[in-house]
């Protein structure tokens, strides 16, 4: 998968990383990139090619999916983060995160996956997270929909084979955007995390982990959960 000459599709352009996605698109020289939002008002980046998308919005799909036809690479970015627990959260907002990441994900898939196949296979980027890994006191809704994510990037990816179409999960710890503003965490630069997720495209890898959360959120899927949440463990 070349990025040059590519015609790539952004979810969630406005901001963040999918505004980086869009110029560092344009910069690589893809043909096209279309921006989409489902404020596309926001985006304000010259060059693209501006689309209102809703990724839970079946219906706003299905009108992206047509005003962009030629699609090659896909970008999975759109993502809300409701800060919710699960048993004590507000339980519409833990549907919300579900919906967005995972339906509203598997919704783009479903109707962007017979073009890539027209158009010679091509590749879909998600976006996920170290968070897909490993739960987080305060985020229970993000990590639950965020490792539903996960688990549809590895199952289209075994449907999306046959067709040659390249399905890349990238995961990442904490990046300095709009979203973990307000975290004092360590962040990582958007524009390098993007540099990063389009090398491994380009690369062919089926996951690409940015950082050092991430890699160690994936380690510690072999160990004992007793050990991953010590917090967790109640004396005899």
Known sequence: MK??????????????????????????????????????????IPGVEVL???????????????????????????????????????????????????????????????????????AILNVLSALSWISYDGAG???????????????????LAGQRTLVTGLHLGAADTDMMAGFDVEKSDPADVVRVALDGIEAGKPEVLVDDASAQAKAALAADPSVVYPQTVIAA
């Open 52 to 122: 209102r998308l809703d990724v839970t919005d079946p219906s706003s799909v299905a009108a992206a999916a047509a005003a962009a036809a030629d699609v090659t690479l896909l970008i999975n970015n759109a993502g809300i983060a409701t800060h919710q627990n699960l048993v004590s959260g507000d339980l519409e907002k833990v549907r919300l995160e579900m919906d967005t990441h995972y339906f509203g994900t598997l919704n783009v898939v479903r109707a962007f996956a017979p073009l890539l196949a027209a158009n010679g296979g091509g």
């Open 3 to 44: 990025i040059s000459g590519s015609v790539a599709l952004v979810t969630g352009a406005n901001r963040g990383l999918g505004r980086h996605f869009a110029l560092h698109l344009l910069e690589r020289s893809a043909s096209k990139v279309y921006a989409t939002a489902r404020t596309p008002e926001l985006i304000d």
């Open 141 to 159: 809704a993000y990590s639950a929909a965020k490792a539903a994510e996960w688990s549809l990037t590895n199952g289209i990816r075994l449907e």
